[in-house]
């Protein structure tokens, strides 16, 4: 599996080097067609191409064709894409058997070219499965990663209507004024990241000691990361299994980490991952999510309708006009859902 990331890394980045020559030489587009023509021609030259699966190597010509789209689409939106890049050593972590290649039997998983793996299946593989990426983590660690199709399964309905304020204080206010605590995953294991960032720092290049060091830094990523997935995963179930809709702000993340005092915390929070997972949450149990504009939620009063000005350190929400005293919060989430409802009729 290492040796079919390296051959899919030299495929990836011949592909990148032969759409950018062409346009810079001969201001010519090549299409991931005419890319996916070269394979047969580069196995002629390198014959340790046929070590792995055609599927395989056509997919990574796919995701070089795609990388170029997603850069042609946001800079025409007007932002600062970058452009694709060229994949170094160890940079290229996955292939993708994107219709066949591969069989699971029991714990064993089959994939052609490679042989017989043992796997570890966390949950039994329900549906149809379409695809396959093998994935290794920043640790080492090897994931199969089925996608499949299948029937959704929807759970007992419930007319209950819910909005959800999210924020920094608390991960969560709803609208019925319960509060989900945040739980700081990164600030928890903050200090335990920096020594461990200190220590690799300081391990010479190229040594045993900083591949070593290297590994423990990584080791905490993950596990930072797997927190916060857990806790979205946990969360966003919950919210769902208890209400028939739910609505959300639609955040522009990117322009509110240009806050450098509050960039790090907004980051923690992971807002985007909690509101994805429950639209797909809430798709397969048959509710929906709806995502209101976020404007002014947060300073109108959700009994009068007037405007209340307040300053991010203002944490009640008091109006002078009808008296209403409640959590600031709390007042965004009713505001919230009074809009989601609005826009639905």
């Not at 509050?262 to 992971?270: C, P, R, T, Y």
Request: charged share 30%.
């Amino acid at each position: 599996m290492e040796q079919t990331l390296e051959i899919c890394r030299w495929v990836y980045n011949e592909t990148l080097a032969m759409r950018k020559n062409a346009w810079e030489q001969e201001q010519r587009h090549i299409s991931y067609y005419e890319s996916k023509r070269q394979i047969p021609l580069w196995k002629k030259e390198r014959p340790e191409l046929s070590t792995v699966y055609s599927q395989v190597l056509q997919n990574v010509t796919l995701r070089v064709d795609l990388a170029f789209k997603a850069f042609f689409r946001r800079l025409k939106s007007g932002e600062k894409p970058g452009y694709p890049r060229f994949k170094g050593k160890g940079r290229y972590d996955s292939f993708t058997y994107p219709q066949s290649g591969f069989k699971l039997d029991g714990d064993r998983l089959h994939l052609s070219k490679i042989g017989d793996v043992r796997v570890v299946l966390h949950r039994p593989v329900e549906g149809t499965i379409k695809t396959l990426t093998i994935r290794r983590s920043s640790t080492s660690k090897w994931y199969a990663c089925f996608s499949v199709e299948c029937d959704p399964s929807p759970v007992q309905q419930n007319d209950g209507e819910i909005g959800i304020d999210v924020g920094l204080e608390s991960f969560a206010t709803l609208s019925n004024g319960e509060k989900i605590e945040n739980p700081r995953f990164f600030r928890t294991d903050e200090k335990a990241l920096a020594k461990a960032q200190r220590k690799l720092s300081k391990a010479e290049k190229g040594t045993p000691e900083r591949k070593k060091a290297r590994k423990i830094v990584a080791h905490v990523h993950e596990r930072i990361a797997n927190r916060r997935l857990n806790f979205a995963h946990q969360t966003s179930r919950k919210v769902v299994n208890r209400f028939g809709t739910i609505v959300f702000e639609d955040l522009n993340i990117t322009n509110m980490q240009k806050n450098h005092h509050l960039a790090k915390s907004i980051a923690d929070v992971a807002w985007n991952m909690f509101i994805t997972i429950t639209e797909s949450k809430a798709e397969d149990a048959g509710s929906r999510v709806i995502l209101v504009n976020p404007r002014n939620t947060s300073q109108i009063c959700s009994r009068c309708g007037m405007i209340v000005a307040k300053t991010l350190s203002d944490r009640v929400h008091s109006c002078p006009h009808c008296g209403l005293v409640m959590d600031r919060d709390q007042n965004a989430a009713i505001n919230i859902m009074r809009l989601g409802l609005q826009s639905q009729g």
